[in-house]
């Protein structure tokens, strides 16, 4: 029997959403390119790549032919005391894209659960070097790291969307970017203060994410490395958001010549297909946990990690990186994200203009009249979601020059009409 469609019941609990006063959602039938369209055939220029994820646009049909050739001859097997092909072949392909000293892939299913197991990698490392002590991390002002238990904790406990929650997670320690060396000081010190309990350091590197969207340069992070080199903490990259060509390299790592301990990577992993992280460790860190004793093992396995399906379409995405995209093209979204939204720069109630590779960021004051600003590019023809103190963008990597443009034109003209309506 089938049952009508009905947008925005309250059976479904949703994200980021006061249930009781949020709008209907948005009824979508299908996507392709870098357009959703909506129940009632509206189509929209997605401005989101579904939170970065999309990288190449949807249904490319590259990606959707493996997915179904893998779904019709293995479409999940558990991972335990099994392997098969399509992960075998996406670790080894992950592991020549890295530095060589990143060469250990663990699957999972989510970006928040891949940071959850570069925390559980970091303090096992620590208690099998004899230093069980080691159990708290440091992370920085304006970090989002994800929203289960563990990555909360790392999130800014202050500014950040889980600050009402500090009472029922564990307690880590927080510092400001070290953007200069004052500041790089302070983290210093930090560390000291603290270096009997640090297990390691996480920072997303070049631009943090759901904090704010906030960007530094390749010398904080370098800053950062040499602080846990002084003090032989490790360092932690979160990639989920940046990895992938989003910020104008394959990997921001690889614009900061800083190679991590472990690495976390997702969202973009799959193309916006099938959910899929990993976290990758170095050498030294894996090596601790190689032993003749069982309970050294690593005791952790998300029950769809390696799905086949989803490891197909990270190998199909990585076809396509190979073949079809250029770094350019990043670049060049970049300048155009550049030029066409630095006239917001001038309006009420703006504090910067910002972009870096495929992300444009126009941070305002004070965002007001939020689902009516959402609702405003709905009817422009644009799917966007401001949050927090940001208007930004993060357009799929293939995305026309045409389409581009004319989302850049129509993120100015509803900025413009808002920022004139809500001046004091």
Known sequence: MTRPFVAGSDTIWRPYSQMKTAPPPLPIARTFGSRIETQDGRLLIDAMASWWSACHGYNHPVIVDAVQRQSAQMPHVMFGGITHEPAETLAARLVAMLPPTLKHVFFADSGSVAVEIAMKMAIGYWRRRGQPSRTRFVAFRNAYHGDTTGAMSLCDPQRGMHASYGGGIVSQRHAELPTDPILEQALDDLISQHEGDIAGVFIEPLVQGAGGMRFHDADTVRRVRAACDRHD????????????????????MDATEVVPDVVCVGKALT????PMAATIASDDVFEAFWSDQASDAFM????????????????ASLDVFETEFEQTQVHEIEQTLNESLRPCQDLPGIVDVRCRGGIGVIQVESLTELDRLRQDFIDVGIWIRPFGDCIYTTPCLNISQQDLLELTSSIVDVTTTWAHRVAP
């Open 233 to 252: 903490v490790l360092l932690i990259f979160d990639e989920i958001a940046t990895g992938f060509g989003r910020t104008g390299t394959m990997f921001a």
């Open 271 to 274: 193309a916006g297909t099938i």
């Open 300 to 315: 952790h396995g998300p029950t769809f990690m390696a799905n086949p399906m989803a490891c197909a379409a990270a190998n």
